[in-house]
């Protein structure tokens, strides 16, 4: 029996190292521009996608990346262990629902946009009198939550799109639509990928009620280890100076940031 003694403890060892790196984290998000953007090979850049790339890196974490439609990507990181999602906005009735690991973007508050020529728009003096309109949003996302926060309702005053791409389209093809809620960020690029000059669009009145600024967050069964390490390389890319660097590598093409 002695003789086994150091087979099974290098076998023990190995397998301690095995568990020990075996957890892989499976990151998901969205087509949202200047953040995150999905190329046509499926593979996925961005803003965002840099600074939590940086981060597992970091953590020397195995890892995959997708992106989905935010439905899809937001079921995902709810309902399966070890999966993270970004750029997701932390909201009150989120805030049980993941374990938050920390921001990738800067503070950027919601904004309801009109096309110029839509006269409801200066009839809007407070959040309240969007209730007389209808506006379109976002199925989940955190724009959605919003607006039923303050009071709008589904069917009633607030459509609900599944496809974020086709968003800004409502306003041009859908007469009853009269509103749509983006961010100061991004609404250039969604813009651009509706094919609609940004030109015709008219920003109507700020939400501040609904900060869209975006962290990392994990399903709430993730490996305890995966979540200590991203806290911690994600925490130390914001205070070693490296979140700056690649923010302002990308600031160029946030046209709201110059």
């Known amino acids: 029996m002695e003789k086994l003694t150091p087979l099974l403890l290098l076998i023990a060892l190995l397998t301690n190292s095995f568990f020990a790196h075996s957890a892989k984290v499976t990151l998901v998000t969205e087509h949202l521009p200047p953040y995150q953007m999905i190329k046509e090979d499926s593979s996925v850049v961005g803003f965002a996608t840099e600074v939590v790339l940086n981060a597992v890196q970091r953590a020397e974490l195995d890892?995959?990346?997708?992106?989905?439609?935010?439905?899809?990507?937001?079921?995902?990181?709810?309902?399966?262990?070890?999966?993270?999602?970004?750029?997701?906005?932390?909201?009150?009735?989120?805030?049980?629902?993941?374990?938050?690991?920390?921001?990738?973007?800067?503070?950027?508050?919601?904004?309801?946009?009109?096309?110029?020529?839509?006269?409801?728009?200066?009839?809007?003096?407070?959040?309240?009198?969007?209730?007389?309109?209808?506006?379109?949003?976002?199925?989940?996302?955190?724009?959605?939550?919003?607006?039923?926060?303050?009071?709008?309702?589904?069917?009633?005053?607030?459509?609900?799109?599944?496809?974020?791409?086709?968003?800004?389209?409502?306003?041009?093809?859908?007469?009853?639509?009269?509103?749509?809620?983006?961010?100061?960020?991004?609404?250039?690029?969604?813009?651009?990928?509706a094919g609609v000059p940004i030109e015709l669009l008219h920003r109507v009145i700020e939400v501040e009620s609904l900060p869209l600024n975006f962290f990392l967050a994990c399903n709430i069964n993730t490996d305890k280890d995966i979540i200590e390490k991203l806290t911690t390389s994600l925490t130390n890319i914001h205070q070693d100076g490296t979140y700056q660097k690649i923010f302002s590598k990308w600031k160029s093409k946030m046209p709201h940031l110059k």
């Open 63 to 193: 890892y995959s990346l997708h992106g989905y439609p935010w439905v899809r990507s937001y079921n995902l990181a709810l309902k399966k262990n070890n999966h993270c999602i970004y750029s997701i906005a932390r909201l009150p009735s989120r805030e049980k629902l993941f374990t938050w690991i920390g921001p990738v973007t800067e503070k950027n508050n919601a904004v309801i946009w009109s096309l110029k020529n839509n006269k409801h728009s200066k009839e809007i003096a407070t959040l309240d009198d969007l209730k007389h309109y209808t506006t379109a949003v976002n199925k989940n996302d955190a724009t959605h939550v919003g607006m039923l926060a303050i009071g709008l309702t589904e069917g009633e005053n607030l459509y609900v799109l599944e496809h974020t791409e086709s968003l800004i389209n409502l306003l041009v093809v859908r007469a009853e639509i009269d509103f749509i809620v983006a961010d100061d960020i991004t609404i250039t690029h969604r813009a651009k990928l």
